[in-house]
Nanobody, 113 residues
Framework: VQLQASGGGLVQAGGSLRLSCAASGRTFSTQFMGWFRQAPGKERELLASIKWSGGSTSYADSVKGRFTISGNNAKVYLQMNSLKPDDTAVYYC?????????WGQGTQVTVSS
């Protein structure tokens, strides 16, 4: 599975961004798609995931109510609203075929105060 993420950038606090991730290759083996982030000096954090079969979603408490994951046709999106400076990080999309074993290249999101 190959993943290509896009949509990061610089935004002011309170603003919005939409991240996109296109999956290709052996996508039929994918069970979940997800978005992670990693800020400098911090561990990579799972923010949101979507089950490919059925579309059920789950969110980390840190983004619940502000971020929305969606997806179809081998694409997954992360709509990010009410962004805060603490959301500044590199964001990664990932595919789970039993474990989180496929990763996109990462896209930088910077939220200014």
């Amino acid at each position: 599975v190959q993943l290509q993420a896009s949509g990061g950038g610089l935004v002011q606090a309170g603003g919005s961004l939409r991240l996109s991730c296109a999956a290709s290759g052996r996508t039929f083996s994918t069970q979940f798609m997800g978005w992670f982030r990693q800020a400098p000096g911090k561990e990579r954090e799972l923010l949101a995931s979507i089950k490919w079969s059925g579309g059920s979603t789950s969110y980390a408490d840190s983004v619940k109510g502000r971020f929305t994951i969606s997806g179809n046709n081998a694409k997954v999106y992360l709509q990010m609203n009410s962004l805060k400076p603490d959301d500044t990080a590199v964001y990664y999309c990932a595919a789970n075929t039993g474990t989180w074993n496929y990763w996109g290249q990462g896209t930088q999101v910077t939220v200014s105060s």
